[in-house]
């Protein structure tokens, strides 16, 4: 079954849904504020995420925003739920890009079902929606199994690396700035400098000519960088 991350602040709530998804066959993992949630999706991606909109550091719609905002979580479904249930709600956090608004109070079988029809729905579309293979001369990177290989050898990359990589695959022969970077890479909610853009670069370059593609990522001095085909 899936795993879920619930957003809740209420612990008695929290440990009602939690029992509620367990019951379902869900793994779950549950988070009262913003900072502890962000803290685990560092380490872990679930499969779907369940969030209170009242929060006592960011409100629901600020997370949504910045989730829906970075590149490796945008995909991820996001279920509101929440007391708020005015209309005008509804639609702003269905407009933000969650797939489903459910208000508070709510029986555990409504949930379950609708939890059900969100991932049937999301694992529905992103199988439609898989990109193919990106292939430079030897170089194979697959968006869809999240792998790098060079002459049919393995590139170890980290989640980061590995997005600065198919970044600037999708954009051969376009220099491509730091700050892009930093923006298509890191999202909304990163806030550091572009340096941390040229570290990646450097061990990414080190992974790459360990496996004998060397010279793939040209320097735009002053800019940021790109692939030369």
Not at 42 to 52: G, S, V
Request: proline share 2%.
């Amino acid at each position: 079954m899936a795993f879920i991350y619930c957003i809740e602040d209420d612990l008695n709530i929290q440990e009602l849904i939690s029992c509620a998804l367990k019951s379902g066959g869900h793994n779950v993992n549950g988070f009262s504020c913003s900072k502890e949630f962000f803290s685990a999706i560092e380490k872990e991606y679930p499969d779907l995420i369940l969030m209170d909109v009242m929060l006592p550091d960011e409100d629901g719609f600020t997370i949504l925003k910045k989730l829906k905002a970075m590149a490796e979580t945008k995909k991820i479904p996001v279920i509101m739920l929440t007391a708020k249930s005015s209309e005008i709600d509804k639609v702003r956090g269905l407009e933000a890009g969650a797939d489903d608004y459910i208000t508070k109070p709510f029986g555990v079988m409504e949930l379950l079902s609708r939890i059900k029809a969100v991932l049937r729905r999301t694992s529905f579309n992103e199988i439609e929606n898989q990109e193919s293979d990106i292939c430079i001369e030897k170089l194979r990177i697959s968006p869809v199994h999240r792998s790098v290989y060079y002459n049919e050898k393995e590139v170890i990359l980290t989640y980061k690396e590995f997005e600065v990589l198919s970044y600037l695959s999708k954009h051969i022969g376009v220099a491509v700035s730091r700050n892009r970077l930093l923006e298509k890479v890191w999202g909304f909610q990163y806030e550091g400098e572009t340096r941390t853009v040229d570290v990646h670069i450097k061990t990414l370059r080190q992974k790459l000519d360990n496996a004998g593609c060397k010279n793939l990522i040209e320097t735009v001095r002053g800019y940021g960088y790109k692939i030369n085909k």
